[in-house]
């Protein structure tokens, strides 16, 4: 059975954390409330961190199950999300546009840019049978190109969104979340349910799962399975503009956001099973968990160092990830 | 030649190969009529699986033409082949195991989803074992169910040529017996068929012409009757125990 698998290590982990004694003098938020609120508090913010990271996830796990493409550019795609939401909501340059417009276009930019890094850059190396391994240093070389033009153009500062910056919680019993956050993570979950369904109830989803699970007998079906992987990077440049301008509304826009976001993308989806988009979408939100509870023992610059801790325990314990179908070798 | 006797599928001279600069088929033919049933044997090496994805498109054609119904379609990728009336069941991975078997059969379908209804009660009718397995993962068949599930899809859109890749590997004598007796009825019912077979003796039995590859080459071409007869084919690919069967 699936399901008790699945839990059991994020069970253990829970436990084990629960078990321990809270460590002394953890920041101020977390003085003066019971531990059961700190924690509530810390998986709440865990969830809306994890579904922020499943929505950018989510699109390099497509990538790589439709062209096994491991691709380092992803957290670049996040970050011009965000700096081109930035540039048309508050820049002196940009037009002022109110933030939610200004999201949508930056939804649509990361989807043409998707789209163009496709068919002129991975569709003809993909044509002159370029290697794996040569595709994976050409994305290294466009995440550093990606994100020194966006150094260029948006600079070194941290900034802000003009809109829904400064906001009271809403408290709803023991848990406090702003309105910006609520709506950010009941969106982040419409989004993900909007993937799974376009997954699994249309023909196009059908055709992504068929060409991930076999590119060649997909091709056999009639399939075009170039047109295919031209809607998974437009998918995928489209969730990862989203996932960008979420995480700079939640946290802060910076030149290297999305690169800093990577790599917890791919614990993400190596945690959730290489390939599947559900696994990238429940691996993230391990992460983001356990990422956010370690914060009540441990100081916040270790968060991440946690979260990619778990993911070798799980991952010891599965290899083939949570929702990872395990590959017969013999 | 009047247009009822163009052939289905004619591939003159085809050279292919996967790694560059190493051709497996050196110069390759295969001429299959309609309606016909043609077999394609030879020992392991042969180019046999080589010369079915190189026709079909899967793999780059280095030399040679391949015409379907007179079209040159030479270097043409294997999905505009389905449009043009292909059908292909690989040998290995022919379904998608982690797709329902009535995904499935609507990928098969996937260019003309309004005929779905239609088709898949058709297909249900020649392969009855799926008509009770639609919500079935086809990861879970056994070895003959999936075989027949990958026939299934692969006709589900009618096609007026289908490549058939080793249908019997991996098969029990039972099962063989099943693929072999349905190969036989798709092509009655007007289908042209290449297949493509290591089971040698069987595939010219039911073949109405068969061609012997060897090295990349046509080495022999004949009906299924004679190549099954013939000394040296006997001698050199069917075994001599053929001779006493």
């Given at each position: 059975m699936r399901c008790p698998r699945v839990l059991l290590p994020v069970l253990a982990l829970t436990l084990v954390l629960v078990a321990a004694p809270p460590a002394q003098g953890q920041g101020e938020v977390s003085r003066g409330r019971g531990f059961g609120a700190r924690l509530l508090q810390s998986l709440v913010d865990g969830v809306q961190f994890g579904v922020i990271i499943a929505v950018t996830a989510v699109g390099l796990s497509l990538l790589f199950g439709t062209i096994?493409?491991?691709?380092?550019?992803h957290g670049e795609f996040v970050t011009i999300g965000a700096a081109f939401a930035f540039f048309l909501n508050v820049s002196a340059a940009g037009p002022g546009w109110h933030l939610i417009p200004a999201a949508a276009a930056a939804v649509v930019f990361g989807a043409l840019l998707g789209a163009a890094v496709d068919r002129g850059l991975w569709r003809p190396l993909r044509a002159r049978g370029t290697g794996l391994i040569n595709l994976f240093i050409v994305t290294i070389g466009l995440s550093l190109l990606l994100r020194h033009v966006v150094l260029v153009l948006f600079g070194a500062r941290p900034a802000s969104f003009a809109q829904y910056d400064i906001q009271n919680a809403i408290r709803l019993g023991a848990i406090g979340i702003t309105p910006r956050d609520l709506t950010v993570t009941l969106l982040s979950v419409a989004v993900l349910v909007g993937v799974a369904v376009l997954l699994q109830r249309t023909r196009t989803g059908t055709a992504v799962r068929a060409v991930s699970v076999n590119r060649d007998l997909a091709e056999a079906s009639g399939i075009d399975v170039q047109r295919v992987v031209l809607v998974v990077w437009i998918l995928s440049g489209a969730l990862a503009a989203l996932g960008g301008v979420f995480y700079g509304l939640v946290e802060i826009i910076t030149w290297d956001m999305g690169f800093k976001l990577l790599l917890l993308m791919f614990a993400g989806i190596i945690l959730g099973g290489l390939g599947s988009a559900y696994g990238a979408m429940v691996g993230s939100l391990v992460i983001g968990i356990v990422a956010q509870v370690s914060t009540l023992w441990f100081p916040v610059d270790l968060q991440y160092a946690w979260a990619l801790l778990v993911l070798i325990v799980i991952l010891l314990v599965r290899p083939e990830g949570i929702l990872g179908r395990p590959e017969r070798t013999g | 030649m009047s247009a009822d006797h163009t052939p289905v599928l004619a591939g003159d001279d085809i050279v292919a190969g996967y790694?560059?600069?190493?051709?497996?088929?050196?110069?390759c033919s295969v001429r299959v009529g309609p309606g016909e049933l043609v077999g394609v044997i030879g020992p392991n090496g042969a180019g046999k699986s080589t010369l079915i994805k190189a026709v079909f498109g899967l793999l780059r054609v280095r030399g040679g033409t391949v015409r379907l119904l007179g079209e040159d379609?030479?270097?043409?990728?294997a999905h505009e082949q389905v449009r043009r009336g292909v059908g292909y069941v690989p040998q290995l991975q022919n379904v998608f195991p982690t797709l329902t078997v009535e995904e499935n059969l609507r990928m098969g379908i996937y260019l003309r989803p309004k005929e779905y209804a239609r088709r898949s009660a058709a297909m249900a009718e020649l392969f009855p074992v799926l008509a009770t397995r639609r919500k079935q993962k086809a990861g879970a068949m056994s070895g003959g169910e999936r075989q027949m599930l990958a026939m299934a899809r692969a006709l589900m859109t009618e096609p007026r040529l289908l490549l058939l890749d080793e249908p019997s590997a991996g098969l029990s004598p039972v099962h063989q017996d099943h693929v072999f007796d349905r190969v036989k009825e798709i092509n009655g019912a007007g289908v042209a068929v290449l297949m493509v077979e290591q089971n040698a003796r069987r595939c010219l039995q039911i073949c109405d012409r068969g061609y012997v590859l060897d090295q990349g080459r046509n080495a022999y071409t004949g009906t299924g009757e004679r190549l099954l007869h013939d000394e040296k084919v006997i001698e050199l690919y069917l075994g001599t125990l053929a001779r006493v069967r």
């Open positions: 096994h493409l491991i691709n380092f550019a | 790694l560059p600069g190493v051709d497996v088929l050196r110069g379609v030479t270097g043409r990728p």
